[in-house]
């Protein structure tokens, strides 16, 4: 089975511009979450989805920050405008309700360099 | 709150030694759930383990065992005779049963094993 497929893999961009990363879950998997890692502040959820709906948005940064999910198999993340600060590997991740231990499954991350 | 520390930033051992990677938590809440993932240096994040709070039993799996202590909050991670291929970044992380079945996970800074050959 196909694990959580994320594209692009790397993104170097100049400030300003528009970024859209995009994110495929697992099928069958209801909740998929936005993760950021950076340095300095580690891994952190930046939003989640369940069937499409995002439940706490409470992560993202701020409103240059966006990210939708028109169906149950693809997500996007978009940040406009860039900044330098936006540097990061983003990790979107999927899990299934009613799996107690409630795993994610990571995708392999997009790394953003903002010049 | 509901937070995870691991103190260690950065471990080099010399292959076959044994190592431990220290993992404290802090939650308010009764259930809980405690992962470790691996991220080696390609980047992905490997699922390793979970425990849930009522289950104080270690665990081993081949080179690998987890120490979970309720009684100091930790829950510890141990390689056995390690690897080249040991070297990543480990993290923990918890997920308090509030948040339901949803997965949200508190991370911790991680660990970063480097295994000497």
């Known amino acids: 089975d196909a694990g959580v497929i994320q594209s692009p893999r790397h993104e170097v961009t100049e400030m300003g511009q528009e970024v859209t990363l995009r994110c495929k879950p697992i099928?069958?998997?209801?909740?998929l979450f936005w993760y950021r890692q950076t340095m300095m502040r580690g891994l952190e959820l930046l939003i989640y989805?369940?069937?499409?709906?995002?439940?706490?948005d409470s992560g993202m940064p701020e409103d240059r920050f966006s990210a939708k999910m028109p169906n149950a198999s693809f997500s996007t993340l978009k940040i406009q405008p860039s900044e330098p600060r936006d540097s990061a590997v983003y990790f979107c991740?999927?899990?299934?309700?009613?799996?107690?231990?409630?795993?994610?499954?990571f995708g392999e991350g997009s790394r953003l360099t903002v010049l | 709150a509901q937070k995870v520390t691991q103190a260690q930033t950065e471990i080099s051992v010399v292959e076959k030694e044994d190592v431990t990677l220290d993992c404290v938590y802090e939650?308010?809440?009764?259930?809980?759930?405690l992962f470790w993932y691996k991220q080696p240096p390609s980047g992905e994040l490997v699922f390793l383990i979970r425990r849930n709070s009522f289950d104080e039993q270690n665990e081993i799996s081949g080179r690998y065992s987890w120490n979970f202590q309720k009684s100091t909050s930790s829950f510890n991670f141990t390689i056995t005779a390690s690897q080249v291929v040991d070297s990543a970044v480990y993290f923990c992380a918890l997920k308090a049963h509030g948040s339901g079945n949803t997965g949200k996970l508190i991370f911790g800074q991680g660990t970063t094993l480097q295994v000497k050959p």
């Open positions: 099928s069958g998997h209801d909740y």
């Open positions: 991740a999927s899990s299934i309700r009613g799996q107690v231990t409630g795993e994610l499954f």
């Open positions: 989805f369940n069937n499409n709906v995002p439940i706490d």
């Open positions: 939650t308010r809440d009764t259930t809980y759930y």
